[in-house]
């Protein structure tokens, strides 16, 4: 699912200001001080953290220049960086065989969790139903209980097994991406940039903070593998001084597992904006409202290939005399002053 569809709906001069800073200029600036001071303390000998107090002012402001010029050649491509992290890797050779990998080792862990979830509850079933609430309960019994409950999370966050991709983060936003809205007949790619245009902007600040969240995890574990990389590089050639490399990954891989998280939040995040908007959608087209959720579907399964630009469908509109009124209009009347 993409985070950029309502990603610049709610986008005045100040807003994109903000989220730059926070999204872009922040981790891009973070990056560029790591990696001059990783290059200033070990590039040309030994790793002496004594020259940073000999470093050049014009070496700083590189620096900021260059975390800038990073922030904003990497602020367009916010989208195709969360595909990279959702595991849309193109069919060349070596990336299709990773998917691959990637994609076979998720399904096993579907299987694994099924399996478990499966045991434990048979477990759970073949005792009575009375000895959960004992103060002697077996430990079995309470192992069972736990596994079957963190079986069924860990589930949560997969799609059907043939939509399976080949990261965490790809799978939870697939998940979404496929079950927001279903039970409307929505479908939230191609209907959540309409939802959001006719949304209150308290449901739009919801959506908006999470996709926000979503992104800078996402940004701070890319700046951490490139800072990781740049320490490899330098710190090769220092024996011990290459473990400094554990810093920056540590960071990359929690800023991601973090994004994983805030996943389940952005994908929440539009299902509130489906339940919430769909219906002021259908009354701003001038639809008939739904007399049941069934009806909604039917209509819904028309509209979406309405809004690809399918003209062989249609759907009736409400008779004028039945469409809400247009907003009243106030009349202001100016009071002569006693003056006057």
């Known amino acids: 699912m993409s985070t950029t569809a309502v990603g610049t709906l709610t986008a005045g001069a100040g807003k994109v200001g903000r989220y730059f800073t926070v999204v872009s200029a922040i981790p891009a600036a973070l990056f560029s001080t790591y990696a001059y001071l990783v290059v200033q303390v070990g590039w040309s000998g030994p790793v002496q953290w004594s020259s940073l107090g000999d ?182 050639r220092h024996g011990m001084w290459l473990l400094l490399a554990l810093v920056p990954y540590s960071v990359a891989y929690l800023s991601y597992r973090g994004a994983v998280a805030l996943a389940h939040e952005y994908g929440t995040s539009v299902m509130v904006l489906i339940d919430l908007s769909r219906l002021e959608l259908y009354r701003r087209m001038g639809l008939k409202q739904p007399e049941s959720t069934e009806h909604e579907r039917e209509m819904n399964t028309a509209l979406m290939k309405i809004f690809t630009s399918d003209d062989d469908v249609s759907l009736p509109y409400e008779e004028p005399s039945d469409l809400p009124p247009p907003a009243a209009q106030v009349a202001i009347s100016v009071q002569p002053s006693e003056d006057e």
């Open 55 to 236: 470093a050049p002012w014009y070496g700083i402001l590189l620096a900021g220049l260059g975390g800038l010029a990073l922030a904003l050649t990497l602020n367009p491509l916010q989208f195709p960086l969360i595909q990279f992290f959702e595991g849309y890797w193109g069919n060349s050779g070596i990336g299709a065989k990773i998917a691959t990998m990637r994609i076979l080792r998720h399904r096993r862990r579907v299987f694994t969790l099924e399996k478990a979830e499966s045991s434990s509850q048979l477990t759970l079933a073949q005792a009575d139903p009375q000895a959960r609430d004992l103060e002697t309960v077996s430990p079995d019994l309470v192992r069972a209980a736990f596994v079957t409950a963190e079986s069924q999370r860990a589930l949560g966050a997969y799609p059907d097994l043939r939509e399976i991709l080949p990261t965490r983060l790809g799978n939870v936003l697939r998940r979404y991406e496929r079950s927001a809205g279903r039970s409307y007949g929505i479908n939230p790619i191609i209907a959540v940039p309409r939802l959001a245009m006719v949304a209150t902007d308290r449901e739009i600040a919801y959506l908006q903070n999470q996709r926000v969240q979503l992104e800078l995890a996402l940004r701070t574990s890319l700046m951490g593998l490139l800072a990781t990389v740049l320490t490899v590089a330098v710190m090769t």
